[in-house]
């Protein structure tokens, strides 16, 4: 596959998120899919998909919005923001996906706050 139709598959896990389309969500995994994120639930395609069920348990309305997206070879980097009211979320992200056969096969992730002048109590004036 070329790195067009790697960013649509790629663009397609935000799309299952916000549509909240679980079936669509594990279609885009490989199921040995290698998952390097800093959640404990994150490990594979189960654990991928439990770290799912939480966020959109805990926040109702969580959504992710893609910003950016790169690609060269098999991987696509997506610079995504994510919002959720229901207990206040709003954060940054950058994602890398590793793509194989028209499935990602390994995923890594990296989320911080938007509002870094709020990191660790530390408020910094605007």
Known sequence: MG???NKTIVRGVYDA?????RDALGAALAPDL???TPFPEGAGRDGFLALYDAVVA???DYRVEVQ???AEG????????ATGTAEGVDLIG?????LENGVIVQHWSEAG????RTVRGVVMPR
Do not use: C, F, M, W
Not at 74 to 81: C, H, K, L, N
């Open 3 to 5: 790195t067009e139709e």
């Open 68 to 70: 950016d997206q790169i």
């Open 34 to 36: 290698v998952s390097q």
């Open 74 to 81: 098999d991987q696509v980097v997506t610079r995504y923001t």
């Open 17 to 21: 998120i916000n549509a909240r389309d």
């Open 94 to 98: 950058i994602d890398i996906d590793r």
């Open 58 to 60: 805990k926040y109702p």
């Open 113 to 116: 706050p938007a509002d870094l």
